[in-house]
């Protein structure tokens, strides 16, 4: 027995541009037995066992990183945002998606999910992702009431990614779909491992992660929120052991005048353009700065580099490599990222676009 899925994504014009893909059901036997030919039994992360659809229709992620890898595989599936479109996110993706509720969510420091609002939405399968955390206990308190299926999927790290995709698609009935995004994935990593390994020691760039209007906050060398650095062969300046899972980990100016980056990679148009444009003074005798080698995270729709971390990041990886090391990875980003674009979001962005985008 084959179901067919469709799901649809609006191209540059706002046109719909509709994709059929076959996802052969699994449980074969077990759907034929019961007479449920477009459903199949899902058993939960708390062991609840669901005659759940094939191909659902509705689909809550209970965090942006989980809606972001929701929106990839499908974005007609979701049934509600984490938080409110910001005018960035607006332009790339779809009608759907701006007409989605408000659902909330566990992101961020103390966001929650809005729960009247989701049994109103009533979604088909929740998905969720969470780290072991006492936080954690008090979700999956809160999400074993919920009368669906709930699936747990590890994005801790964006090496996780593929295989969660590869998972997805087969869960949700979008297997061909999502196979597309995980060769993708798994192509990009294995590339930036192999560059990365060929990097000498002692050429390994200096990198200042800058975060906050003042650009003194940042995060340790083994958080997630800097983790693409590592992963280009880089070298994180600020080397720690992260107090929290939300960083943002306050330095002085001094401390950061001792590491004098190579690189400076920033999370906020206000410190870059107080540093860059404006040259403040204070900032003009570092390294990176006297080298002009700060540059500005790319992030729409979603931020390339970190917060939230998304599979936007699969791109960053490319546009992080070729700044640090742009004689060992020649490539032409506007290119590679109009692509991408096309590919993960179903949008179309002309070359004067994605340079806006990619040199704000």
Do not use: C
């Given at each position: 027995m084959t179901i067919v899925c469709e799901y649809e994504y609006l191209n540059k014009k706002g046109l719909p541009c509709k994709a059929l893909f076959a996802f052969f059901v699994f449980f074969f036997a077990t759907t034929a037995l019961t007479g449920q030919s477009h459903a199949r039994e899902i058993i939960d992360m708390f062991g609840r066992r669901f005659d759940a659809p094939a191909c659902p229709k509705r689909v809550y992620g209970t965090?942006?990183?989980?809606?972001?890898?929701?929106?990839?595989?499908?974005?007609?599936m979701i049934a509600g945002l984490?938080?409110?479109?910001?005018?960035?996110?607006?332009?790339?993706?779809?009608?759907?998606?701006?007409?989605?509720?408000?659902?909330?969510?566990?992101?961020?420091?103390?966001?929650?999910?809005?729960?009247?609002?989701?049994?109103?939405?009533?979604?088909e399968v929740i998905i969720t992702s969470k780290h072991n955390s006492v936080t954690d206990n008090r979700i999956d308190k809160t999400m074993k009431t919920m009368p669906?299926?709930?699936?747990?999927?590890?994005?801790?790290?964006?090496?996780?990614?593929?295989?969660?995709?590869?998972?997805?698609?087969?869960?949700?009935?979008?297997?061909?779909?999502?196979?597309?995004?995980?060769s993708y994935a798994r192509r990009t990593l294995s590339e930036m491992a192999v560059l990365a390994a060929s990097i000498p020691a002692q050429k390994r760039v200096l990198v200042y992660y800058a975060e906050g209007v003042d650009g003194l906050n940042t995060e340790c060398d083994l958080s997630q929120h800097s983790e693409l650095i590592g992963l280009v062969g880089g070298k994180n300046v600020h080397r720690c052991q992260a107090k929290t899972l939300y960083g943002m980990e306050k330095i002085t100016f001094e401390q950061l005048m001792l590491y004098n980056p190579d690189v400076i990679v920033a999370q906020e148009k206000a410190f870059y353009d107080k540093i860059i444009k404006e040259k403040d003074p204070a900032w003009q005798n570092i390294k990176a700065v006297k080298e002009k080698r700060v540059y500005l995270i790319p992030r729409a729709p979603f931020n390339w580099f970190d917060r939230p971390p998304s599979f936007m990041r699969i791109l960053g990886l490319k546009w992080l490599m070729n700044i640090l090391y742009p004689k060992e990875y020649q490539i032409d980003i506007i290119k590679e990222a109009r692509e991408f674009y096309r590919l993960f979001l179903g949008v179309e962005v002309s070359n004067e676009e994605m340079r806006q985008i990619v040199y704000p």
């Open positions: 965090s942006p990183p989980v809606t972001y890898v929701l929106y990839a595989i499908d974005p007609a984490n938080s409110p479109l910001r005018a960035s996110e607006r332009r790339y993706l779809s009608n759907h998606m701006q007409e989605l509720p408000v659902l909330g969510g566990w992101f961020g420091q103390g966001n929650t999910p809005n729960l009247e609002m989701i049994l109103k939405v009533n979604p669906m299926p709930v699936i747990n999927v590890t994005l801790d790290t964006l090496s996780d990614y593929p295989d969660t995709l590869h998972y997805l698609g087969q869960v949700l009935g979008r297997r061909a779909r999502a196979e597309g995004l995980v």
